[in-house]
Protein backbone atom coordinates (compact mmCIF):
# COMPACT_ATOMS: atom_id res chain seq x y z
CA UNK A 1 0.00 0.00 0.00
CA UNK A 2 1.24 3.31 -0.66
CA UNK A 3 1.97 6.70 1.53
CA UNK A 4 -1.32 7.95 -0.64
CA UNK A 5 -3.40 5.76 0.07
CA UNK A 6 -3.09 6.30 4.38
CA UNK A 7 -4.82 9.02 6.12
CA UNK A 8 -3.38 12.06 7.35
CA UNK A 9 -1.48 11.43 10.78
CA UNK A 10 -0.92 14.46 12.91
CA UNK A 11 3.15 14.64 13.19
CA UNK A 12 2.43 14.38 17.35
CA UNK A 13 0.78 11.50 16.71
CA UNK A 14 3.35 9.73 13.93
CA UNK A 15 5.79 10.18 16.09
CA UNK A 16 3.99 8.99 19.44
CA UNK A 17 3.17 5.87 16.87
CA UNK A 18 6.81 5.21 15.88
CA UNK A 19 8.23 5.32 19.15
CA UNK A 20 5.50 3.30 21.24
CA UNK A 21 7.27 0.87 23.14
CA UNK A 22 4.69 -1.62 22.66
CA UNK A 23 1.63 -2.49 21.13
CA UNK A 24 -1.78 -4.11 22.66
CA UNK A 25 -4.42 -4.89 19.77
CA UNK A 26 -7.68 -6.70 20.27
CA UNK A 27 -8.53 -9.97 18.94
CA UNK A 28 -11.89 -10.17 17.41
CA UNK A 29 -12.57 -7.29 14.52
CA UNK A 30 -9.05 -6.37 14.60
CA UNK A 31 -6.49 -9.73 14.12
CA UNK A 32 -9.09 -12.18 13.28
CA UNK A 33 -12.57 -12.53 12.54
CA UNK A 34 -14.28 -15.73 13.45
CA UNK A 35 -18.16 -17.13 13.27
CA UNK A 36 -20.59 -16.95 16.03
CA UNK A 37 -19.34 -19.90 17.23
CA UNK A 38 -15.92 -18.77 18.29
CA UNK A 39 -14.78 -21.14 15.40
CA UNK A 40 -13.11 -20.86 11.98
CA UNK A 41 -10.47 -18.10 12.30
CA UNK A 42 -9.31 -15.94 9.85
CA UNK A 43 -6.66 -13.34 9.99
CA UNK A 44 -7.56 -9.65 9.29
CA UNK A 45 -5.57 -7.81 6.23
CA UNK A 46 -2.07 -6.98 7.83
CA UNK A 47 -2.52 -8.61 11.12
CA UNK A 48 -0.19 -11.39 10.45
CA UNK A 49 2.85 -8.88 8.78
CA UNK A 50 2.50 -6.48 10.72
CA UNK A 51 3.00 -8.67 14.30
CA UNK A 52 6.02 -10.27 12.82
CA UNK A 53 7.12 -6.63 11.95
CA UNK A 54 6.80 -6.17 14.95
CA UNK A 55 8.34 -8.44 16.21
CA UNK A 56 10.92 -8.20 13.82
CA UNK A 57 12.46 -4.92 15.45
CA UNK A 58 12.00 -6.10 19.12
CA UNK A 59 8.82 -3.72 19.73
CA UNK A 60 6.51 -6.27 22.10
CA UNK A 61 3.36 -6.69 21.91
CA UNK A 62 0.14 -8.22 23.96
CA UNK A 63 -3.15 -9.18 22.43
CA UNK A 64 -6.46 -8.58 24.99
CA UNK A 65 -9.39 -9.91 24.02
CA UNK A 66 -12.95 -10.08 25.74
CA UNK A 67 -13.65 -13.29 25.14
CA UNK A 68 -13.25 -15.90 27.72
CA UNK A 69 -14.17 -19.36 25.47
CA UNK A 70 -10.41 -20.63 25.90
CA UNK A 71 -7.60 -20.22 27.73
CA UNK A 72 -5.35 -17.65 26.71
CA UNK A 73 -2.92 -20.56 25.97
CA UNK A 74 -5.86 -22.02 23.87
CA UNK A 75 -5.96 -18.70 22.41
CA UNK A 76 -2.31 -18.73 21.49
CA UNK A 77 -1.89 -21.89 20.47
CA UNK A 78 -4.86 -20.90 17.92
CA UNK A 79 -3.25 -17.75 16.90
CA UNK A 80 0.50 -19.32 16.61
CA UNK A 81 -1.39 -21.94 13.94
CA UNK A 82 -2.48 -19.27 11.60
CA UNK A 83 1.20 -17.52 11.73
CA UNK A 84 1.33 -14.95 14.77
CA UNK A 85 4.05 -14.75 16.38
CA UNK A 86 2.29 -14.75 19.87
CA UNK A 87 3.66 -15.96 22.94
CA UNK A 88 1.42 -17.53 26.08
CA UNK A 89 1.95 -15.08 28.35
CA UNK A 90 1.46 -12.23 25.80
CA UNK A 91 -2.08 -13.37 25.46
CA UNK A 92 -4.78 -12.04 27.81
CA UNK A 93 -8.66 -12.68 28.62
CA UNK A 94 -10.72 -11.12 31.05
CA UNK A 95 -10.12 -14.62 33.21
CA UNK A 96 -6.30 -13.34 33.13
CA UNK A 97 -7.35 -9.58 34.46
CA UNK A 98 -9.74 -11.22 36.74
CA UNK A 99 -7.06 -13.70 39.04
CA UNK A 100 -4.22 -10.88 39.17
CA UNK A 101 -7.17 -8.16 40.31
CA UNK A 102 -9.25 -10.72 42.99
CA UNK A 103 -6.20 -12.12 44.23
CA UNK A 104 -5.04 -8.35 45.35
CA UNK A 105 -7.88 -7.61 46.40
CA UNK A 106 -8.75 -10.82 49.27
CA UNK A 107 -10.78 -12.47 46.95
CA UNK A 108 -10.69 -16.28 47.33
CA UNK A 109 -13.84 -18.38 46.42
CA UNK A 110 -15.63 -17.35 43.27
CA UNK A 111 -18.94 -18.29 41.60
CA UNK A 112 -17.65 -19.26 38.23
CA UNK A 113 -20.26 -18.48 35.18
CA UNK A 114 -18.47 -20.20 32.57
CA UNK A 115 -16.27 -22.99 31.32
CA UNK A 116 -12.04 -23.83 31.49
CA UNK A 117 -11.66 -20.71 29.66
CA UNK A 118 -12.44 -18.89 32.91
CA UNK A 119 -12.06 -21.48 35.84
CA UNK A 120 -8.37 -22.57 34.52
CA UNK A 121 -7.08 -18.72 34.70
CA UNK A 122 -8.70 -18.39 38.11
CA UNK A 123 -7.45 -21.41 39.72
CA UNK A 124 -4.12 -20.46 38.00
CA UNK A 125 -4.11 -17.42 40.11
CA UNK A 126 -4.79 -19.80 43.21
CA UNK A 127 -8.30 -18.71 43.65
CA UNK A 128 -10.96 -21.15 45.00
CA UNK A 129 -13.49 -22.01 41.98
CA UNK A 130 -17.23 -22.61 42.34
CA UNK A 131 -19.63 -23.70 40.09
CA UNK A 132 -23.08 -23.62 40.36
CA UNK A 133 -24.06 -27.13 40.22
CA UNK A 134 -22.50 -27.13 43.90
CA UNK A 135 -25.46 -25.03 44.88
CA UNK A 136 -23.01 -22.82 47.62
CA UNK A 137 -23.68 -19.18 47.80
CA UNK A 138 -20.83 -19.14 50.10
CA UNK A 139 -18.42 -17.21 48.02
CA UNK A 140 -16.49 -13.82 47.79
CA UNK A 141 -17.68 -12.96 44.36
CA UNK A 142 -19.04 -14.03 41.17
CA UNK A 143 -17.53 -13.42 37.62
CA UNK A 144 -19.23 -14.15 34.22
CA UNK A 145 -18.24 -14.71 30.97
CA UNK A 146 -18.86 -17.09 28.10
CA UNK A 147 -21.89 -19.40 29.20
CA UNK A 148 -24.04 -20.39 26.33
CA UNK A 149 -25.46 -23.04 28.51
CA UNK A 150 -26.54 -20.82 31.53
CA UNK A 151 -30.37 -21.94 32.88
CA UNK A 152 -32.77 -20.62 35.31
CA UNK A 153 -30.90 -22.82 37.98
CA UNK A 154 -27.63 -20.59 37.43
CA UNK A 155 -29.34 -17.78 37.71
CA UNK A 156 -30.86 -18.65 41.12
CA UNK A 157 -27.40 -19.54 42.71
CA UNK A 158 -25.73 -16.93 41.48
CA UNK A 159 -28.71 -14.40 43.01
CA UNK A 160 -28.18 -15.93 46.12
CA UNK A 161 -24.64 -15.44 45.88
CA UNK A 162 -25.25 -11.87 45.16
CA UNK A 163 -28.10 -11.30 48.08
CA UNK A 164 -25.55 -12.95 50.39
CA UNK A 165 -22.71 -10.21 49.59
CA UNK A 166 -21.05 -11.51 46.93
CA UNK A 167 -19.31 -9.27 44.78
CA UNK A 168 -20.53 -9.07 40.63
CA UNK A 169 -17.99 -8.96 38.34
CA UNK A 170 -18.42 -10.03 34.04
CA UNK A 171 -15.82 -10.51 31.55
CA UNK A 172 -17.16 -7.60 29.12
CA UNK A 173 -20.51 -5.60 29.38
CA UNK A 174 -20.14 -4.91 25.75
CA UNK A 175 -23.48 -5.98 23.95
CA UNK A 176 -21.87 -7.50 21.17
CA UNK A 177 -18.15 -8.69 19.44
CA UNK A 178 -17.41 -8.59 16.07
CA UNK A 179 -17.78 -11.93 13.82
CA UNK A 180 -17.45 -12.84 9.93
CA UNK A 181 -21.55 -13.33 10.33
CA UNK A 182 -21.55 -9.99 11.91
CA UNK A 183 -22.40 -8.89 15.64
CA UNK A 184 -23.02 -11.20 18.00
CA UNK A 185 -24.28 -11.30 21.66
CA UNK A 186 -21.75 -10.99 24.25
CA UNK A 187 -23.55 -14.00 27.15
CA UNK A 188 -21.60 -11.85 30.08
CA UNK A 189 -23.46 -8.77 29.35
CA UNK A 190 -26.85 -10.73 29.06
CA UNK A 191 -26.49 -12.87 31.91
CA UNK A 192 -25.43 -9.99 33.87
CA UNK A 193 -28.60 -8.24 33.08
CA UNK A 194 -30.89 -11.28 34.20
CA UNK A 195 -28.86 -11.02 37.90
CA UNK A 196 -29.06 -7.17 37.80
CA UNK A 197 -32.28 -7.38 37.49
CA UNK A 198 -33.15 -9.76 39.88
CA UNK A 199 -30.90 -8.27 42.63
CA UNK A 200 -30.21 -4.60 41.93
CA UNK A 201 -26.60 -5.40 42.23
CA UNK A 202 -24.76 -4.09 39.23
CA UNK A 203 -21.37 -5.95 37.87
CA UNK A 204 -18.18 -4.60 37.14
CA UNK A 205 -16.42 -5.08 33.85
CA UNK A 206 -12.93 -6.60 34.14
CA UNK A 207 -11.79 -6.71 30.75
CA UNK A 208 -11.89 -4.03 28.32
CA UNK A 209 -12.39 -1.19 28.64
CA UNK A 210 -11.61 -1.34 32.54
CA UNK A 211 -8.19 0.57 33.25
CA UNK A 212 -7.46 -2.44 35.31
CA UNK A 213 -7.22 -4.81 32.09
CA UNK A 214 -5.19 -2.28 30.36
CA UNK A 215 -2.76 -2.12 33.70
CA UNK A 216 -2.59 -5.59 33.19
CA UNK A 217 -1.57 -6.11 30.21
CA UNK A 218 1.06 -3.17 30.44
CA UNK A 219 2.52 -5.19 33.55
CA UNK A 220 2.98 -8.43 31.09
CA UNK A 221 5.36 -6.25 28.84
CA UNK A 222 7.19 -4.39 31.23
CA UNK A 223 6.07 -0.71 30.34
CA UNK A 224 3.82 1.98 31.34
CA UNK A 225 0.23 2.38 30.17
CA UNK A 226 1.66 5.66 28.40
CA UNK A 227 4.21 3.44 26.82
CA UNK A 228 1.32 1.68 24.71
CA UNK A 229 -0.52 2.03 21.42
CA UNK A 230 -3.90 0.53 21.79
CA UNK A 231 -5.47 -1.05 18.91
CA UNK A 232 -9.09 -2.02 18.51
CA UNK A 233 -12.14 -2.10 16.22
CA UNK A 234 -14.92 -0.91 19.20
CA UNK A 235 -15.68 2.78 19.87
CA UNK A 236 -16.53 1.31 23.62
CA UNK A 237 -14.11 -1.07 24.20
CA UNK A 238 -10.50 -0.44 23.41
CA UNK A 239 -10.54 3.99 22.87
CA UNK A 240 -11.80 4.70 26.07
CA UNK A 241 -9.42 2.18 27.58
CA UNK A 242 -6.79 3.82 26.25
CA UNK A 243 -7.87 7.54 26.68
CA UNK A 244 -8.25 6.03 30.74
CA UNK A 245 -4.39 4.95 30.81
CA UNK A 246 -2.79 8.04 28.78
CA UNK A 247 -2.17 5.23 25.78
CA UNK A 248 -2.16 6.16 22.20
CA UNK A 249 -5.79 5.09 20.71
CA UNK A 250 -5.73 2.83 17.12
CA UNK A 251 -9.49 2.19 15.80
CA UNK A 252 -9.54 0.09 12.80
CA UNK A 253 -12.99 -0.16 10.60
CA UNK A 254 -12.04 -3.61 10.25
CA UNK A 255 -14.62 -4.83 12.71
CA UNK A 256 -17.48 -3.58 14.74
CA UNK A 257 -16.81 0.49 14.36
CA UNK A 258 -16.86 1.92 10.78
CA UNK A 259 -15.82 5.38 10.62
CA UNK A 260 -19.26 6.34 11.53
CA UNK A 261 -19.06 5.03 15.00
CA UNK A 262 -15.39 6.45 15.74
CA UNK A 263 -16.74 9.91 14.10
CA UNK A 264 -20.25 10.20 16.70
CA UNK A 265 -17.78 10.42 19.50
CA UNK A 266 -17.03 13.36 21.21
CA UNK A 267 -13.93 15.12 20.33
CA UNK A 268 -12.11 14.43 23.42
CA UNK A 269 -13.14 10.74 23.39
CA UNK A 270 -11.72 9.81 19.36
CA UNK A 271 -9.01 8.04 18.54
CA UNK A 272 -5.76 9.49 18.02
CA UNK A 273 -5.53 7.97 14.73
CA UNK A 274 -8.20 5.91 12.46
CA UNK A 275 -7.24 3.45 9.78
CA UNK A 276 -8.72 0.84 7.57
CA UNK A 277 -7.70 -2.09 8.46
CA UNK A 278 -3.79 -3.28 10.37
CA UNK A 279 -2.28 -3.45 6.81
CA UNK A 280 -2.87 0.46 6.90
CA UNK A 281 -1.40 0.60 10.31
CA UNK A 282 1.43 -1.08 9.05
CA UNK A 283 2.18 1.51 5.89
CA UNK A 284 1.94 4.13 8.43
CA UNK A 285 4.26 2.58 10.95
CA UNK A 286 6.84 1.72 8.56
CA UNK A 287 6.19 4.76 6.14
CA UNK A 288 5.69 2.48 2.68
Known amino acids: MSAAASPAVAAGVLERLRGARGFLFDLDGTLVLGDKRNAGLRPLPGAIEFTNELTGRGVPFAILTNGTVRTPEQYAAKLRALGFPI ?23 VLVLGGEGITEPLAAAGLTIVLPRERSADVDAIFIGWFREFTIEDLEIACEAAWGGARLFAASLAPFYATSEGRAVGTSRAIAAMITSVTGRRASALGKPALEALRVAARRLGLACSALAVVGDDPALEVPMAHRGAALAIAVHSGLGGADAFDALPEAARPHLAVRDIAQLQAIYCGS
Open 87 to 109: EDRSMLTPASVAGDYLMRRGIRR
